[in-house]
């Protein structure tokens, strides 16, 4: 009964460190994938809503936006003026 106590809460420890870990990395993923998108804050404001159709504006909205929210999901809703 001991060991068994002692297995169940190494795997239980386990699978905390695992959700831990595939959480840190996906919010790392979402990091670069934003950071990634606020380099269009370079390109010159015509030049961005001719070619991507949002302004520098609306990419500062997405990407002041919680980490949660998927900015380029929402500059393709803001291309489409759903959003």
Do not use: C
């Amino acid at each position: 009964m001991l060991f068994h106590s002692i297995d169940n809460a190494a795997r239980h420890r386990a699978s905390f460190y695992e959700r831990a870990r595939t959480w840190t990395i996906e919010k790392r993923r979402q990091k670069l994938r934003r950071d990634s998108i606020s380099t269009l804050l370079n390109v010159d404001d015509n030049i961005l809503r001719d070619v991507v159709g949002v302004s520098a504006d609306d990419i500062r909205r997405a990407v002041a936006m919680p980490l949660d929210v998927d900015a380029a999901k929402m500059i393709r809703l803001m291309q489409k003026r759903i959003f």
